[in-house]
């Protein structure tokens, strides 16, 4: 409904630019673009910048909780040396079998 007040608007400054009046025109909607559109973007960079802190600091208390579930978990079990298959360890180093006729 807003929208459709304000887009009345267009009648009457198109015949204020259609009479001579197009710099008087352009200073009116410099200046609502002005006063409404400055106060929305500082309004807008504050409000991500708040939502960008607030992620950040949930991203920090996740990896908090992981660190310590990590922590209590090494500190509890024994440390087992993991192991590599013999055919990912040798494959790299054999040579193909092409090469042995």
């Not at 400055?38 to 991500?48: A, D, N, S, T, V």
């Amino acid at each position: 409904m807003v929208t459709a007040i304000v887009s009345l608007l267009q009648y009457p400054l198109i015949t204020l630019v259609t009479n001579g009046y197009a710099r008087q025109v352009n200073i009116i909607c410099g200046s609502v673009l002005l006063a409404l559109g400055l106060p929305y973007c500082m309004w807008l960079g504050i409000r991500e910048k708040k939502d960008e802190q607030q992620e950040q600091n949930e991203v920090s208390v996740e990896e908090t909780t992981a660190n310590e579930a990590t922590t209590t978990t090494r500190r509890h079990t024994r440390a087992t040396p993991t192991r590599q298959s013999s055919l990912f360890r040798a494959s790299f180093i054999r040579k193909p079998s092409y090469f042995a006729q």
